[in-house]
């Protein structure tokens, strides 16, 4: 089954704490994405990859950083998580022809 | 800059009424659009997309948007709301540009009453 997974699904973590969320994907997709959705402010990209190797950043970076070591795939990782990372994650991947996106079930992170 | 617009965070529909929600977008170069829903506890799922085709396009549950270029609009209906049609609506915008930049919409929550 065509899928992303993202785990964990919940965590609850403390400030300064390193954590790392990940993400695979099995449908051999260039491109793969990490958004944050927040009440009221619909999904921001954090950071994408359009290829192994390969990172750009998003519209809300800060805090946070990645890796495409392999295609399938790409973690997000926390340094030193603050409160204000607490959010809804998802990871989402696309093939090339840039149309529709395959995402994740979710990642709800909390930063006490 | 590019943006999305979701008229209404929160619409309410009687089962069997249409619905309409509303997206309006900005962009300096032809777009690709896309309507997402997301249910409770779950990731989003494609309803339906515009990729300069046929400007009427019909998705999955019912679902049609139409592009409207002059309105720089691409607003979603369905003729009669079902129960299970309550969820988060989201309109996306991907640039037809080189790059992975796709802009949501803060969303918009459809209630569905009986």
């Known amino acids: 089954e065509a899928q992303v997974t993202q785990n964990p699904r919940y965590l609850i973590t403390v400030t300064g704490k390193k954590l790392t969320v990940t993400c695979s994907q099995n449908m051999n997709h260039e491109y793969m994405s990490w958004y944050r959705q927040d009440p009221g402010l619909g999904l921001r990209q954090i950071y994408y990859s359009m290829n192994v190797e390969v990172t750009d950043k998003g519209d809300v970076p800060e805090g946070y950083k990645v890796s495409r070591k392999e295609k399938r795939n790409f973690p997000l990782i926390l340094e030193s998580p603050s409160p204000n990372q607490t959010s809804l994650y998802f990871c989402a991947s696309r093939n090339r022809d840039r149309t529709e996106a395959f995402f994740g079930q979710g990642t709800r992170l909390t930063v006490v | 800059a590019q943006s999305v617009t979701q008229l209404g965070s929160h619409v309410s529909v009687s089962e069997g009424a249409l619905v309409l929600l509303r997206c309006n977008y900005s962009?300096?170069?032809?777009?690709?659009l896309f309507w997402y829903v997301q249910y409770p506890n779950q990731g989003l799922q494609l309803l339906l997309k515009y990729t300069s085709a046929a400007t009427l396009v019909k998705g999955i549950n019912g679902f049609e948007a139409e592009f409207k270029k002059s309105e720089t609009s691409f607003h979603l209906t369905k003729p009669s709301a079902h129960m299970s049609d309550a969820a988060e609506y989201f309109c996306a915008v991907t640039l037809n540009t080189g790059g992975f930049k796709t802009i949501f919409g803060a969303g918009t929550r459809l209630f569905v009453k009986a």
């Open positions: 962009s300096s170069v032809p777009p690709y």
